[in-house]
């Protein structure tokens, strides 16, 4: 049971280029949701899925998609990244979509500089 | 006014004492109310979940909520060097599935 597994730990991108945080659970978990953490900002939302085939915009959502084929997987993607993407980016998980559960697993984090 | 409020620290005090990490909101909505831990460089781990006002204990840690004054508190007994961490507090309301996050307090427990 690996929890919630996020690929790559590091990435530097170039203005402009585009790529995909992974994000994979093996606990069988209806919600997932990904964050962006900034210096004094704490978390903030970017999307999360409360089931496979269904996502939703969260605060920050501009400038990233996801998708949720399988229930295992929620992959972000960064379509044109810029500088102000440089942030951690984390991945969480619950084992369901009700309004009551908070985010009880995330992953160890994907440190992304944009230059 | 910002949602969240949480004095980002840094607090240091002596294996062994009390520790007491706060937070202020001002949306009336929150009903569910969350302590997570963070260590540098990790991933964060939820530490307490309460609904609505009241206290919840689980081993060295109790968790707080006043409604009535928009706070809700961590307290941490006998602390030790391990509980060096950021503690961020968490907030839902009954309208979405979107978890609002305070900026953490770093805490350092001396050995």
């Known amino acids: 049971n690996a929890g919630v597994t996020q690929t790559p730990k590091f990435q530097v991108l170039k203005t402009g280029q585009s790529m995909t945080l992974q994000c994979a659970q093996d606990m069988n978990h209806e919600y997932m949701s990904w964050y962006r953490q900034d210096p004094g900002m704490g978390l903030r939302l970017i999307h999360y899925?409360?089931?496979?085939?269904?996502?939703d915009q969260g605060e920050v959502p501009n400038g990233y998609n996801v998708s949720r084929s399988t229930t295992e997987d929620f992959p972000l993607r960064l379509l044109s990244a810029a500088p102000s993407q440089t942030s951690v980016y984390f991945c969480?998980?619950?084992?369901?979509?009700?309004?009551?559960?908070?985010?009880?697993?995330f992953g160890q984090g994907t440190r992304l500089t944009v230059v | 006014q910002k949602e969240v409020e949480q004095d980002p620290g840094p607090l240091s005090v002596p294996e062994g004492a009390i520790v007491s990490l706060n937070c202020t909101y001002s949306n009336s909505a929150f009903q569910y109310f969350m302590w997570y831990r963070q260590y540098s460089r990790k991933g964060p781990e939820l530490l307490m979940y309460?609904?609505?006002?009241g206290n919840k204990e689980d081993g060295r840690f109790t968790a707080q909520v006043d409604k009535s004054s928009k706070y809700i508190s961590l307290f941490i007994r006998d602390s030790q060097p391990s509980d060096s961490a950021t503690y961020l507090c968490?907030?839902?309301?009954?309208?979405?599935?979107?978890?609002?996050f305070g900026a953490g307090t770093r805490l350092f427990v001396k050995a």
């Open positions: 968490a907030f839902r309301n009954t309208g979405g599935f979107k978890t609002i």
């Open positions: 899925s409360v089931g496979a085939g269904i996502t």
């Open positions: 309460t609904y609505s006002s």
């Open positions: 969480a998980s619950s084992p369901r979509a009700g309004k009551e559960n908070t985010e009880a697993f």
